[in-house]
């Protein structure tokens, strides 16, 4: 199973970036799909999730009305749009597979600096 993720970079602050994850070795149909989050000194975090099938997702309050969390299960991919983006963001950014067992990417850092 490879999790693998995109999208990362330095934005300024109101700026925008969109995630991808791409899984491989698994059936991504069935699994529950998130983001999660780690700033330096700080314990990770959810930011978002979303079902297997896409219809139901959940924000963490911080990122709620910015941040929306979306997948293709043809492409074996979920989205992070990230939109307002706030200093506080800056973290590395990982996503997580989860049914019976959980599968994690090796994350991508996002910096949100002017």
Request: include cysteine; charged fraction near 15%; proline fraction near 3%.
């Amino acid at each position: 199973v490879q999790l693998v993720e995109s999208g990362g970079g330095l934005v300024q602050p109101g700026g925008s970036l969109r995630l991808s994850c791409t899984a491989s070795g698994l059936i991504f149909s069935r699994y529950v799909m998130s983001w999660h989050r780690q700033a330096p000194g700080k314990e990770r975090e959810l930011v978002a999730i979303i079902n297997s099938a896409g219809g139901s997702t959940n924000y963490a309050d911080s990122v709620k009305g910015r941040f929306t969390i979306s997948r293709d299960n043809a492409k074996n991919t979920v989205y992070l749009q990230m939109n307002s983006l706030k200093p506080e963001d800056t973290a590395v950014y990982y996503c997580k597979a989860q049914s019976a067992f959980a599968y994690w990417g090796q994350g991508t850092q996002v910096t949100v600096s002017s």
